[in-house]
């Protein structure tokens, strides 16, 4: 059975930098995708950031791009996203997760992930 656990979340000011981790336990039997969503109070879940296996092929949202990079080491199961120039809005529950496959055509922020974390709270506030 495949696990999701993110740790790294907390505190920060605007403009500080968090480093959320990701670690995979359990067997994939294969490549996949790594991505995170967040969900914010009262507001839907939304896509922040994914990385294929190979760790070259990235896809973020808007909102983020520039500021948040993601990153993986496959022989330690984890994932990583390095999130700079914290603003409020950023302030949500991040959940890690993945899907199984190489995807070389499908925007990764359009695959059904289907194996989530627990997720991390990170709060931007000054």
């Known amino acids: 059975q495949v696990h999701l656990v993110e740790s790294g979340g907390g505190l920060a000011q605007p403009g500080e930098s968090l480093r959320l981790s990701c670690l995979v336990s359990g067997r994939m039997f294969g490549p996949y995708v790594m991505g995170w969503f967040r969900q914010a109070p009262g507001k839907e879940r939304e896509f922040v950031a994914a990385?294929?296996?190979?760790?070259?092929?990235?896809d973020y949202a808007d909102s983020v791009k520039g500021r948040f990079t993601m990153s993986r080491d496959n022989a330690k199961n984890m994932g990583y996203m390095q999130m700079n120039s914290l603003k409020p809005e950023d302030t949500a529950v991040y959940y890690c997760?993945?899907?199984?496959?190489?995807?070389?055509?499908?925007?990764?922020?359009?695959?059904?992930?289907?194996?989530w974390g627990q997720g991390t709270q990170v709060t931007v506030s000054s």
């Open positions: 990385i294929d296996w190979s760790g070259v092929r990235s």
């Open positions: 997760v993945a899907v199984r496959g190489v995807y070389t055509r499908t925007s990764l922020r359009a695959l059904n992930f289907d194996y």
